[in-house]
């Protein structure tokens, strides 16, 4: 198991069994289950102005440094629904995704991954008449009880945000420490330089209470004791 911070995963090249589609721009996570969702790929020259969405589910394990396989054809990742860079992902967009590259919708289950507790894709192991028959499944609505809208949000959005604990300000959020098999979000890196100096503060995402998305802020359960007295990003 290797944890690294998000920021490192930008630039990073994706390349498909068939060759290199492009590097990683951007990374999504959720704020529900708090783990990496999609990886956005700036396509390049290859798709000039496209940007590909590539779930971890796709990723191969045993990541080379700097380069992250996918198990996809770069046929399949230009054929897949497009993403409007400027518009927030919506659940819909989730699903038609989820259906075209066939593997199961993290938000059905109870598991960090829905089904699973890591990220496993279905489109290149299960059967063609079973990828057929999830294909066609164009009407299909969201699991009942599940939430209607995606949780997902930019790492680019979220970094500056401002860190509350329980008895007063903290910091602001400056990346995000990323498990890379199960990509789950282990800990917030919180930049404490208003308060501590030259400390960089980890709080697990167990400690969240509450995003505020609108005034950019983070509201979490611990005291700044607490903050003061836990790991540090070295």
Same mark, same amino acid.
């Given at each position: 198991?290797?944890?690294?911070?998000?920021?490192?995963?930008?630039?990073?090249?994706?390349?498909?069994?068939?060759?290199?589609?492009?590097?990683?721009?951007?990374?999504?996570?959720?704020?529900?289950?708090?783990?990496?969702?999609?990886?956005?790929?700036?396509?390049?020259?290859?798709?000039?102005?496209?940007?590909?969405?590539?779930?971890?589910?796709?990723?191969?394990?045993?990541?080379?440094?700097?380069?992250?396989?996918?198990?996809?054809?770069?046929?399949?990742?230009?054929?897949?629904?497009?993403?409007?860079?400027?518009?927030?992902?919506?659940?819909?967009?989730?699903?038609?995704?989820?259906?075209?590259?066939?593997?199961?919708?993290?938000?059905?289950?109870?598991?960090?991954?829905?089904?699973?507790?890591?990220?496993?894709?279905?489109?290149?192991?299960?059967?063609?008449?079973?990828?057929?028959?999830?294909?066609?499944?164009?009407?299909?609505?969201?699991?009942?009880?599940?939430? !209607?809208?995606? @949780? /997902?949000?930019?790492?680019?959005?979220? =970094?500056?945000? %401002? #860190?509350?604990?329980?008895?007063?300000?903290? $910091?602001?959020?400056?990346?995000?420490?990323?498990?890379?098999?199960?990509?789950?979000?282990?800990?917030?890196?919180?930049?404490?330089?208003?308060?501590?100096?030259?400390?960089?503060?980890?709080?697990?995402?167990? !400690?969240?209470? @509450? /995003?505020?998305?609108?005034?950019?802020? =983070?509201?979490? %359960? #611990?005291?700044?004791?607490?903050?003061?007295? $836990?790991?540090?990003?070295?």
């Amino acid at each position: 198991m290797l944890r690294q911070a998000v920021k490192d995963l930008r630039g990073d090249a994706i390349v498909a069994r068939d060759g290199e589609i492009g590097s990683v721009d951007d990374v999504y996570l959720d704020d529900e289950r708090w783990t990496v969702r999609y990886l956005a790929v700036d396509t390049g020259n290859w798709l000039p102005g496209r940007t590909a969405l590539i779930s971890p589910a796709c990723v191969v394990p045993n990541r080379e440094r700097r380069a992250l396989r996918v198990a996809l054809t770069r046929e399949q990742i230009e054929r897949s629904p497009s993403v409007d860079r400027d518009s927030p992902i919506s659940r819909s967009l989730e699903a038609r995704h989820a259906r075209y590259f066939g593997y199961p919708y993290y938000w059905s289950g109870q598991y960090l991954w829905g089904t699973a507790g890591m990220p496993v894709a279905s489109e290149w192991t299960e059967p063609a008449a079973a990828r057929a028959a999830r294909a066609a499944e164009e009407g299909r609505a969201p699991a009942a009880g599940q939430p !209607a809208e995606s @949780r /997902v949000r930019s790492v680019r959005e979220v =970094v500056g945000y %401002r #860190l509350h604990a329980a008895d007063g300000d903290v $910091g602001r959020i400056e990346d995000f420490v990323v498990d890379d098999e199960t990509w789950a979000i282990a800990d917030l890196i919180v930049d404490t330089r208003s308060w501590l100096p030259g400390k960089k503060a980890l709080v697990a995402p167990g !400690a969240v209470a @509450r /995003v505020d998305w609108e005034n950019r802020e =983070v509201k979490i %359960r #611990l005291t700044r004791d607490e903050v003061e007295r $836990g790991p540090v990003r070295h």
